[in-house]
């Protein structure tokens, strides 16, 4: 009632100020009072709303014909409803990922585009059918890359197939794609190394079309190939030196009952505090926290630490200490202190994510040398 109420007093104001027609006027405010009551009309449409529905619901459970032909009749049938610009929509996305024919594709994007695209969209839009133009000449290697990356087999399978496709178009359009998927399939099947080469031909195919997060990416598989193809292959040599050093003093002659048994009580306790600290360490709050060890790790830590102490044992029955006691009271814990660091940087490394580790360890050491310093 306001609304009929302040176009009659619009129309009187008008009126009195100009010379126009009152029919015209009439017309006018007709014409304002019916467009409130048309686009809710279209909104409202319960045909289009239960088809756009029943589209969703195919479209969710991969019936991607079926909801491809649902939307299809809502465009068709319901040219003003607001269904259709949903529907305009989801056929462009179906027809390049799911059916993969490029020429439908092309043209519901270039309607979605001219009719409905709002001005946030029409850049992306523009993109899209640039690319989408250019791949008209390599429809079938689109169609197995589209085919692929929804198949939902497992990265394995996804690493083959992938391969198999630059191989047999190795001038296919999507290239930077196809090794940005590569790149971040290695990763999580944690292969660094494939990784990282993937990142490298990916930057240098272009080095704009690494994003921010392909960068870390990158940096991180990098570090974890360095850390194990350099710094993993001195500690292995650390760790070999060794061994063939004690090895080569003879230690098992100078072996006797006494010493056998202090390491085996050695290993015992070792063990039972191992097994003390068990329910303290799942009591640990890692919430927030990128390193959690598991299971295995701990017990293979411990199982390390057995052999380290195993060494020591050799170690200090060595035959060239017999006449250098001073000597051996000196290095014995440098040299322990060295084979340790060597053989649990080789445990961390080898983690699934020893670069993070490193990282967590590096921050939380500064973290104590400043909590220390601010003591003093």
């Known amino acids: 009632m306001r609304i009929i109420t302040g176009m009659l007093q619009l129309k009187s104001i008008v009126m009195q100020r100009t010379k126009l027609n ?132 497992g990265d394995e399978i996804m690493v083959k197939r992938f391969e198999a496709l630059l191989k047999e178009h190795p001038d296919f359009l ?35 079309k690494l994003s921010s997060s392909d960068r870390v990416a990158y940096q991180m598989a990098g570090r974890y190939w360095q850390m194990t193809q350099e710094w993993g292959w001195v500690a292995w040599g650390v760790i070999a030196t060794l061994w063939v050093a004690v090895l080569m003093m003879k230690p098992w002659e100078q072996l006797t009952r006494a010493s056998t048994k202090k390491f085996l009580l050695l290993a015992m306790l070792w063990v039972l505090l191992i097994a003390a600290s068990m329910p303290l360490f799942y009591k640990i709050d890692t919430n927030g926290d990128r390193i959690i060890f598991h299971d295995t790790a701990v017990f293979i830590a ?36 060295l084979m340790t660091t060597a053989v649990f940087y080789l445990f961390i490394i080898y983690q699934p994510n020893g670069p993070e580790i490193t990282d967590v360890f590096a921050v939380k050491y500064r973290y104590l040398i400043g909590e220390i310093t601010e003591r003093r």
């Open 302 to 337: 411990a199982g390390l630490n057995l052999t380290i102490l195993f060494w020591l044992l050799l170690l200090t029955r060595g035959k060239f200490w017999q006449t250098r006691p001073r000597a051996l009271r000196w290095l014995s814990p440098v040299l322990t202190l």
């Open 174 to 208: 999507m290239k930077t794609e196809v090794q940005r998927e590569l790149a971040y399939a290695y990763g999580r099947l944690d292969k660094r190394r494939e990784s990282y080469s993937a990142f490298q031909a990916l930057s240098r195919i272009s080095e704009k």
């Open 22 to 153: 009152p029919l015209l006027i009439l017309l006018l405010c007709g014409a304002l009072l019916w467009l409130p009551f048309s686009g809710l009309a279209a909104q409202g449409n319960p045909e289009a709303n239960e088809l756009k529905q029943k589209a969703q619901h195919a479209y969710i459970a991969g019936r991607y014909a079926e909801a491809a032909a649902t939307n299809l009749e809502i465009a068709e049938k319901y040219p003003e409803s607001e269904a259709r610009r949903y529907a305009v929509q989801m056929l462009g996305t179906l027809y390049e990922d799911n059916l993969v024919d490029i020429k439908k594709a092309i043209k519901w994007d270039r309607e979605f585009l001219k009719k409905y695209a709002d001005p946030r969209q029409v850049s992306f839009y523009k993109e899209k059918l640039a690319s989408l133009e250019k791949l008209m000449n390599q429809e079938q290697a689109f169609k197995t890359y589209q085919a692929i990356r929804f198949a939902n087999k």
